[in-house]
């Protein structure tokens, strides 16, 4: 564990990451304990050490976001991009929480991604938070200890969905990455485990680590294998089977499912969708469209 003091917190999206549709991007710590082994971030961070072996807390984080929230124009905020933003550590260091004040102040809406249900603990800051949301990451209905050593169970993931959804704070589910070798099976457990705890739209993303080299050594040392031909674009029409069985909305694009996502550039990627866009206030069944097609 180390103090690195907070530079700069708000980090603007470069063009590659608008394809993602958030504006910004905010991580308070440097490193993640959850050590899933496709992670790309230590590539992006350029982190040398053994992927979760190490958190650096960025010290004085939240002081130095507001400072930099007063002159940013408004736009999506992801919460976190190379880290989860609640490692185990944020108990005692509450950074998270922190920067999560200074965005509600500063009235920037926010999309919450991680893989813990820690983020229960800010359920109050939470509540009653416009244009927040809290986005779990799942790659399979049951827990992979292979691939993902210190990642919370699945089963407290779900539990936190619901929480959060019976709060009135809107969730999603990021269904990345999709994995080379996800049986139908899985994939449909999932998307029911999903929908019965309440979040209102799933993102899917297959497997790619072509950029992502240290990422990709660490996969081959598990002896996980690459997609067969046509095996990722198989499981998302898989995924979005299932899901439109139960009226999920599934999305290739991150965020497509906010207004106020940014749009993907021309040329850029597509922002598929497999699922009407609607208002995270409600789910589809509330009265707006959504039924996956
Ligand atoms: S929880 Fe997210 S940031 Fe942390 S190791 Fe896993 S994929 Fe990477």
New binding site residues.
Partial sequence: MEDRPAGSVLTRSRRGALRYGFAYSVNPYRG?????A????DSVTRDGRP??SALDRKVGAPQVLSRELQTAPKGLVML?S???PY?PEEVRSRLTEGCLRALREARFPVSI????PLVLRDLPLLQGFPGVEVGF?FTSSRDRPDL?PR?PPVASRLRAIRQLSRSGVPTFASVAPLLPGTSGEDLRTLVEALWGAGVRAAFADPLSLSSYPAAARRMRALGARPFGPGEAEHLLSGLELEAGKVGLPVYRRLFAWRPDAVPPRRGGSPAFRTGARFDLLSRPEEGLPGRAQ
């Fill in positions: 993640c304990p959850h050590a899933c496709y992670c790309y971030a992927w979760g976190s190379a880290t989860d490692p991604l991680t893989r813990s990451s993902e990642v």
